[in-house]
């Protein structure tokens, strides 16, 4: 386990930023521990930038995404939020849901619009162009007017926060979740912090339950993570530290609490005598010795700001983990889909041909790029506008969104009617048909978009 990043090392990571997804369990403080990260980045120099002549530059400001239908206020700005583009309420209302299916199912309204955000975050966290004059460095992008305005190296973004609802479970469980999880952590390097309430979890039993839960993120997502003791101001997260790294610390608390009959063993005022707890509890910490081995854990103040530098640090340690660890397996990951996907629509092109009894593909072009709008969007929002004045309810563009799919999978079947066309047209050629013949089925094809 990492307690500290220790001294800032020479960096081997790349210049991308690091996206810091926020997750933990209802009121331990996501939001404000979010608000704590913002004003940070805000105020404090970045020892990284590279301009001698300004040498306070504070932290270029954070790309912040807030990914929380359910949040009545969040104290700061986000530049993509969930809120603008599905209304909770509503959702819950004509789908006649409880609060937490109200959640999911504005994370699956929202996950349909994944493509958009993270091309959004592509374009605001794009690196500089190669110039010849160092000082003079800039990354064009683009405003809300869709004017072209040079950004300072110092205000590239570095970093995107993600806040998420505190029904954890919503979302990192639920198949949206997945999808904006992955869609971000196959772009950028993704951290998740995961945030703990410390006072509550003060007690052996709690603060195994804590570990489980993170356990059983850190599984599900496969993304590296950080533990944020939160709250350090009312309760210091020394003890937590300690049992993460000293079973015999662990045993000893352990044992103190089953003497006092928190277990409802014997001596207990409540319960009677089972006094199982103390023993699983024995057992887990030795399984999750291992766990705790691939954490950082920082305790940290949202409050005071105690511990932020720290967990800065913990991110960039994270950060050359992720690249050097997890970035390859992602990327096998995503080159094993895209054959998986390419091999599948082979087949079913085979297949077409040998029913149309036409000689088997020479081969495959290329999908064409989508075509892309003049007018770019400055915010998910935003696009949505721009495809949608009439917003109805916030998910009223949703059937828009479908047509936008099967926009793209007809830029497939444009590319296949293509292929289809000219292998048509040579095994017509071969066989001695007529033109009719030809021209005919290349206008049922025209029409069908796929023959
Ligand atoms: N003393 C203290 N209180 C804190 C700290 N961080 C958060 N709180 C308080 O904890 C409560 C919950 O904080 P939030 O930031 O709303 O927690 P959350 O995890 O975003 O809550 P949900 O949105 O319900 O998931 C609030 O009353 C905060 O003021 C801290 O570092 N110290």
């Given at each position: 386990m990492a307690t500290s990043a220790g001294p800032a090392a020479p960096s081997t990571t790349s210049n991308a930023p690091v996206a810091i997804v926020c997750v933990g369990?209802?009121?331990?403080g996501k939001t404000t521990f979010m608000q704590r990260l913002v004003s940070h980045l805000y105020t404090h120099p970045d020892p990284?930038?590279?301009?001698p002549a300004v040498p306070k530059t504070p932290t270029a400001p954070p790309y912040i995404l807030n990914?929380?239908?359910?949040?009545?206020?969040?104290?700061f700005t986000p530049n993509i939020d969930i809120r603008d583009s599905v209304n909770y309420k509503e959702v819950m209302k004509q789908f006649n849901l409880g609060p937490n299916g109200g959640i999911l199912t504005s994370l699956n309204l929202f996950s349909t619009k994944i493509d958009q955000v993270i091309s959004l975050l592509e374009k605001r966290t794009k690196p500089p162009e190669p110039v010849a004059e160092p000082e003079q460095t800039t990354v064009e992008f683009m405003t809300n007017t869709g004017k072209a305005t040079p950004v300072p190296e110092s205000q590239q973004v570095k970093h995107i926060l993600v806040d998420t609802p505190g029904q954890i479970e919503v979302f990192v469980w639920s198949a949206s979740g997945e999808i904006l999880l992955s869609s971000l952590a196959s772009t950028f390097p993704t951290v998740i912090?995961?945030?703990?309430d410390t006072p509550r979890t003060t007690s052996t039993s709690t603060f195994m339950s804590n570990m489980l839960y993170a356990c059983s993120i850190l599984y599900k997502t496969k993304l590296p993570m950080i533990l944020v003791f939160n709250k350090t101001d009312v309760q210091n997260a020394d003890f937590a530290k300690e049992w993460m790294t000293d079973f015999e610390a662990f045993q000893d608390a352990l044992r103190k609490e089953e003497e006092g009959g928190s277990f409802g063993g014997?001596?207990?005022?409540?319960?009677?005598?089972?006094?199982?707890m103390g023993s699983l509890l024995n057992s887990m910490s030795l399984v999750l010795d291992e766990f705790y081995k691939h954490l950082s854990v920082v305790g940290v103040s949202a409050m005071t700001g105690e511990g932020i530098d720290e967990f800065f640090k913990g991110v960039n340690a994270k950060k050359e983990e992720f690249e050097r660890d997890y970035k390859p397996e992602l990327e096998r990951r995503r080159a094993e889909r895209e054959s998986a996907k390419v091999a599948h629509r082979q087949r079913e092109l085979s297949k077409l041909m040998k029913d149309m009894n036409v000689g088997p593909s020479k081969g495959k072009k290329p999908a064409k790029p989508r075509p892309t709008t003049t007018e770019e969007p400055d915010t998910v929002s935003d696009a949505e506008d721009m495809d949608d004045k009439s917003d109805n309810a916030g998910f009223g563009n949703y059937d828009e969104i479908m047509e936008d799919n099967d926009d793209s999978d007809d830029a497939d079947y444009a590319d296949t009617d293509d292929t289809l066309q000219s292998r048509y047209q040579t095994a017509l050629k071969n066989s001695g048909a007529s033109d009719d013949q030809d021209m005919s089925f290349l206008r049922m094809m025209h029409k069908a978009k796929l023959g």
């Amino acid at each position: 386990m990492a307690t500290s990043a220790g001294p800032a090392a020479p960096s081997t990571t790349s210049n991308a930023p690091v996206a810091i997804v926020c997750v933990g369990m209802a009121g331990s403080g996501k939001t404000t521990f979010m608000q704590r990260l913002v004003s940070h980045l805000y105020t404090h120099p970045d020892p990284t930038v590279r301009e001698p002549a300004v040498p306070k530059t504070p932290t270029a400001p954070p790309y912040i995404l807030n990914l929380d239908p359910a949040v009545h206020h969040v104290p700061f700005t986000p530049n993509i939020d969930i809120r603008d583009s599905v209304n909770y309420k509503e959702v819950m209302k004509q789908f006649n849901l409880g609060p937490n299916g109200g959640i999911l199912t504005s994370l699956n309204l929202f996950s349909t619009k994944i493509d958009q955000v993270i091309s959004l975050l592509e374009k605001r966290t794009k690196p500089p162009e190669p110039v010849a004059e160092p000082e003079q460095t800039t990354v064009e992008f683009m405003t809300n007017t869709g004017k072209a305005t040079p950004v300072p190296e110092s205000q590239q973004v570095k970093h995107i926060l993600v806040d998420t609802p505190g029904q954890i479970e919503v979302f990192v469980w639920s198949a949206s979740g997945e999808i904006l999880l992955s869609s971000l952590a196959s772009t950028f390097p993704t951290v998740i912090a995961y945030v703990i309430d410390t006072p509550r979890t003060t007690s052996t039993s709690t603060f195994m339950s804590n570990m489980l839960y993170a356990c059983s993120i850190l599984y599900k997502t496969k993304l590296p993570m950080i533990l944020v003791f939160n709250k350090t101001d009312v309760q210091n997260a020394d003890f937590a530290k300690e049992w993460m790294t000293d079973f015999e610390a662990f045993q000893d608390a352990l044992r103190k609490e089953e003497e006092g009959g928190s277990f409802g063993g014997e001596g207990s005022a409540v319960g009677g005598g089972s006094g199982y707890m103390g023993s699983l509890l024995n057992s887990m910490s030795l399984v999750l010795d291992e766990f705790y081995k691939h954490l950082s854990v920082v305790g940290v103040s949202a409050m005071t700001g105690e511990g932020i530098d720290e967990f800065f640090k913990g991110v960039n340690a994270k950060k050359e983990e992720f690249e050097r660890d997890y970035k390859p397996e992602l990327e096998r990951r995503r080159a094993e889909r895209e054959s998986a996907k390419v091999a599948h629509r082979q087949r079913e092109l085979s297949k077409l041909m040998k029913d149309m009894n036409v000689g088997p593909s020479k081969g495959k072009k290329p999908a064409k790029p989508r075509p892309t709008t003049t007018e770019e969007p400055d915010t998910v929002s935003d696009a949505e506008d721009m495809d949608d004045k009439s917003d109805n309810a916030g998910f009223g563009n949703y059937d828009e969104i479908m047509e936008d799919n099967d926009d793209s999978d007809d830029a497939d079947y444009a590319d296949t009617d293509d292929t289809l066309q000219s292998r048509y047209q040579t095994a017509l050629k071969n066989s001695g048909a007529s033109d009719d013949q030809d021209m005919s089925f290349l206008r049922m094809m025209h029409k069908a978009k796929l023959g």
